[in-house]
């Protein structure tokens, strides 16, 4: 968990309470501050140490003491200023609550809340405290994500293929919830084709708008939409597109329906005549077949806290038997043995049935999975 310095002026001492209470509220691990008057701080030396030991700094930028007036141009309190500036020069995430009134140097205005309010104002405050909370929570998410290369990390990934009752349609439903570190505006996806009979039918499903997209975790703030791409025999690309752009630090779901054919067996005569089909097509693994098992792949290619992969069928269908194979990414023939065994056991996959509806669910849950792994599901 994330360790915060918390920069104010002694003049707004008040405020500062307020915030590091708020800050404690939302599970920072701790929250340093310097808790003398401006004139008694410690030398430059001390308080930079500090700084470089938090892994973020919070600035309340406020005059130096109370406005007399309202409306005129107003001067930054030293100490806050002089810290947001070194916190930004030892590239420590940064961000800035502003006073009513105050504009920060152009050096800090990249890194200021959209909230604003009078800090000698409790009602000011309280009527922003939504906007407050909100940017507090998504300046800690960015804070608390793992370094690296990652612009983004998908905190869940929820895949579930429904195959209605008379068999010949399905439903293929994704879900994504994820914590950007950076802008964006946008996620690229596919659905895998295969053969060209699929491919036309996604083509038309995009056509025809016979599928669904809505916001989920974050739907207040931002609308979503998709956009088509380029498709071939492998896959359908599409982009799922957010507005406004999410900022750093934001969780934002967004989940997506598409109506197509079914082209999953559910006969013992329908399953043999898949799987020979699949042997003979190059698009799909042929390893990963065997005589009582067929499936698709979920692939892991983003950072992930949790996978969900679940196959709805009609409780009309019997289930024989059921497994998942785990396959490196970047070698669709060596099978991740370890990874495999975890996934078979008994808290990671289960067949179970709908109260109250009329399917049968085989669902894989996976904590953590593997970067640059299939999943491959079978019933």
Known sequence: MAKCFLSYSYSYRHVMEVLRRLLKALEFESVDIVDEPDDLRPPHAIIEERIRAADCVVVLYGPQRLPEREGRDLSAAKWPAEEAVFALGSRKPLTLLLHAGMEPPELLKGHQSPARFDFWNPESFLENSHQIVKHLLDFKRRVDLPPGHQPYRYRKVEARLRVERSGRSSYHDWYHEVVVAKERSSFHHALATGDQETEDAILDCFRNQRF????????????????????????????????????????????????????????????????????????????????????????????????????????????????????????????????????????????????????????????????????????
């Open 212 to 379: 669904e997209v809505e916001a989920g975790a974050g739907a207040d703030w931002h609308r979503v939409s998709i956009e088509p791409g380029s498709h071939n025999l492998d896959e359908f690309e599409y982009l799922v597109k957010v507005e406004p752009p999410l900022q750093p630090g934001e969780v934002f779901g967004y989940r997506r329906s598409f109506e197509l054919p079914n082209h999953f067996p559910l006969t013992v005569p329908e399953i043999r005549a898949a799987l020979e089909k699949r042997k003979k097509n190059p698009h799909f693994p042929e390893h990963i077949f065997e005589a009582r098992f067929f499936g698709e792949a979920l692939e892991v290619v983003y950072d992930a806290d949790s996978i969900v992969y679940a196959y709805h069928f009609p409780k009309k269908v019997q289930i024989r038997s059921h497994r998942v194979t785990v396959v490196e990414s970047l070698d669709m023939n060596t099978e991740n043995r370890a990874e495999s065994d975890r996934c078979n056991g008994r808290d990671f996959l289960k067949l179970h049935s709908n109260v109250g509806s009329y399917e049968q669910v085989l669902e894989l849950v996976v904590p953590r999975p593997l970067f640059n792994h299939s999943y491959y599901l079978h019933p």
